[in-house]
């Protein structure tokens, strides 16, 4: 991912944020620089169409600034409307996995709403399991579908077998 994909990404973002499954956000950031905050360098990438275009996105991110947490990371991956259904975000998924271990991340976890049933499955296909529920964890903005409601999420973990 370089900052000239940033209009195609923050529509992605867009997209999946008017959905109201797939984040507590209300908008992307406003900036790459501020997208990038905190995340780890080699963990952010795109996926492209035939054509080139930008057809999703992944990054991990920090967990935590401490020591003893450097081998943890959370995992946000996007796919854009007209390619959902194309197994873009199980290359995104495959790519990102590699990017992890070779980083020496142990553990990737997800944050997930339960109706969204695609990302879950995308993640339990590469070794993510459900760890608990976090019950009324946010509430969502006052927009969108979901606007106002307190929601539960299912928070998901990939342990390496190669790193940490």
């Given at each position: ?5 940033w ?6 973002y ?14 992307p ?6 997208f990038c ?15 080139g275009?930008v057809a ?13 947490y450097?081998?943890v ?25 590699a990017?992890?271990?070779a ?12 109706e969204n ?8 296909r ?36 190669v790193?940490?």
């Amino acid at each position: 991912m370089s900052e000239t994909d940033w209009p195609v990404v923050a529509e992605i973002y867009r997209e999946g944020i008017a959905t109201g499954q797939a984040t507590f956000a209300e908008a992307p950031p406003a900036t790459y620089a501020a997208f990038c905050d905190g995340a780890i360098s080699a963990g952010s990438l795109v996926a492209r169409n035939g054509h080139g275009m930008v057809a999703g996105w992944a990054r991990i991110t920090r967990v935590s600034a401490r020591a003893v947490y450097a081998g943890v990371a959370e995992v946000s991956v996007y796919v854009a409307g007209t390619a959902r259904g194309k197994r873009v975000g199980d290359a995104l998924m495959r790519e990102l996995v590699a990017r992890a271990e070779a980083a020496g991340i142990w553990t990737l976890q997800a944050s997930i709403f339960e109706e969204n049933t695609a990302s879950l499955a995308l993640h339990a296909r590469h070794g993510f399991r459900v760890v608990g529920r976090r019950e009324r964890i946010g509430r969502m903005p006052r927009i969108g579908p979901r606007g106002g409601e307190w929601r539960d999420t299912l928070l998901l973990e990939r342990r390496s077998r190669v790193a940490g």
